[in-house]
Every structure is written in structure tokens, then in C-alpha cells.
Nanobody
Framework: VQLVESGGGLVQPGGSLKLSCAAS???????MAWFRQAPGKERLGVAVVYFGGRGTDYASSVKGRSTISQDTVKNILYLEIDSLKPEDTAMYYC??????????????????WGQGTQVTVS
């Protein structure tokens, strides 16, 4: 599977953004997630979709103002974040993993990554 993110850009605080991650094939057998990494900081999980789309989970930093969703026909993963804050500024990455064990927010458990899309809130 290959992943390509898009939708990043410069947004004012309080604004919204919807990121897309296009997969080269069906991701039904993968756990899908969005991570982000600010300069000089570690890569952190933002939101995940469980295997087979059976559920979602969010990091506390975005819970309540973020939505992760999938279009299983087009093989696209989305991440929408509302009420954007300057601290949301980061490179956002789409990731996939086939292993069933390990924390869903642990980046080391994901073996497929996109190239990232930059989000700047200023």
C-alpha cells in the first residue's frame, strides 16, 4: 500500500482543515491513523481507525474537535480538525499497519507511511 497526503496549508487560529490520505489499494486489512510531528518534537498519534473501520479513537489534544473518517470506495482516509490552534502546527502523516498488537498511538508499530502534509496555524 502507498499513501499520499494532501490538504495541508496555512490556516488562521480558530479555522478548520480537512486532510486527505489517498491509498493505492484497499486498506480494509489495515489499522489507519494520522500522526503529526512538530519541529524538534517526536511524532505523535492524533487519530486512529480500528481494523475494518470498527471504531475510532483520538488523542486528548484533538478530542472533541477532530474527526477521522474513511471513504472505503475511494480508499481515502480523512482527518478534519476544527478550532485550530497554533500548537496544531506540524507535519501531518498518514500511516497504516497490519499488525494487530501494540498501542494504536505508537508510531513504531506502523510500517507504511505517507510523505506528510504541512499544517501551519498562524
Amino acid at each position: 500500500v502507498q499513501l499520499v497526503e494532501s490538504g495541508g496549508g496555512l490556516v488562521q487560529p480558530g479555522g478548520s482543515l480537512k486532510l486527505s490520505c489517498a491509498a493505492s489499494e484497499s486498506t480494509g486489512n489495515y489499522c489507519m491513523a494520522w500522526f503529526r510531528q512538530a519541529p524538534g518534537k517526536e511524532r505523535l498519534g492524533v487519530a486512529v481507525v480500528y481494523f475494518g473501520g470498527r471504531g475510532t479513537d483520538y488523542a486528548s489534544s484533538v478530542k472533541g474537535r477532530s474527526t477521522i473518517s474513511q471513504d472505503t470506495v475511494k480508499n481515502i482516509l480523512y482527518l478534519e480538525i476544527d478550532s485550530l490552534k497554533p500548537e496544531d502546527t506540524a507535519m501531518y502523516y498518514c500511516a497504516a499497519r497490519s499488525r494487530p498488537d501494540g498501542s494504536l498511538f505508537d508510531s513504531s508499530t506502523y510500517n507504511i507511511w505517507g510523505q506528510g502534509t504541512q499544517v501551519t496555524v498562524s
